[in-house]
Antibody, heavy 117, light 107 residues
Framework: QVQLQESGPGLVKPSETLSLTCAVS?????????WGWIRQPPGKGLEWIGS???????YYNPSLKSRVTISVDTSKNQFSLKLSSVTAADTAVYYC??????????WGQGTLVTVSS | SYELTQPPSVSVSPGQTARITCSGDALPKQYAYWYQQKPGQAPVLVIY???ERPSGIPERFSGSSSGTTVTLTISGVQAEDEADYYC??????????FGGGTKLTVL
């Protein structure tokens, strides 16, 4: 069974960089599929952030592309998200998920990141 | 820009049929996907490629497509089906889009 687990700071200061990692178990990232990040502000809907292949090929949401970097570490079977210059609008639950393109079949439980000084 | 439009809310009584629609100009050319999200939980995929059901999803969940509208149908709604439902698709540049979500209330 594929399992994903997000980790990272729950509080980030405005203008700083949000960094999260998603650890994958039950499946080797190197075996295929894209792997993605999705976020959900409190009480609001879902927003795709971007996805990455094990080779490092990435696709980003154009609305966030200038601030997003997604990377993969196949040796640790994990992938990561960096979102720069954060504001209160970036406060959200961040999910990682497996991406068979163009949808998500396995999701992590999500982690709340609050942007506040 | 391309959008997916869902009704904010749908209400049905137990045992009835719930239909949740999702409209978007690219839907005739792109598949739609549906997720169920219960409070405090991650979304769960309930329909993929317009009408396919993942293993483990009850048969009462079905999907259909007609022109620019796709529909998630839940037959014989149960109390446990009360949740938010999101449609999702992609545009021609492979940007993934989600609908705004529909809150299903089981009366």
């Amino acid at each position: 069974q594929v399992q994903l687990q997000e980790s990272g700071p729950g509080l980030v200061k405005p203008s700083e960089t949000l960094s999260l990692t998603c650890a994958v178990s039950g499946y080797s990232i190197s075996s295929g599929y894209y792997w993605g990040w999705i976020r959900q502000p409190p009480g609001k809907g879902l927003e795709w952030i971007g996805s990455i292949y094990h080779s490092g090929s990435t696709y980003y949401n154009p609305s966030l592309k200038s601030r997003v970097t997604i990377s993969v570490d196949t040796s640790k079977n994990q992938f990561s998200l960096k979102l720069s210059s954060v504001t209160a609008a970036d406060t959200a639950v961040y999910y990682c998920a497996r991406d068979p393109r163009p949808y998500f079949d396995y999701w992590g439980q999500g982690t709340l990141v609050t942007v506040s000084s | 820009s391309y959008e997916l439009t869902q009704p904010p809310s749908v209400s049905v009584s137990p045992g009835q049929t719930a239909r949740i629609t999702c409209s978007g100009d690219a839907l005739p050319k792109q598949y739609a996907y549906w997720y169920q999200q219960k409070p405090g939980q991650a979304p769960v995929l309930v329909i993929y490629k317009d009408s396919e059901r993942p293993s483990g999803i009850p048969e009462r969940f079905s999907g259909s497509s007609s022109g620019t509208t796709v529909t998630l149908t839940i037959s014989g709604v149960q109390a446990e089906d009360e949740a938010d439902y999101y449609c999702q698709s992609a545009d021609s540049s492979a940007t993934y889009l989600f609908g705004g979500g529909t809150k299903l209330t089981v009366l």
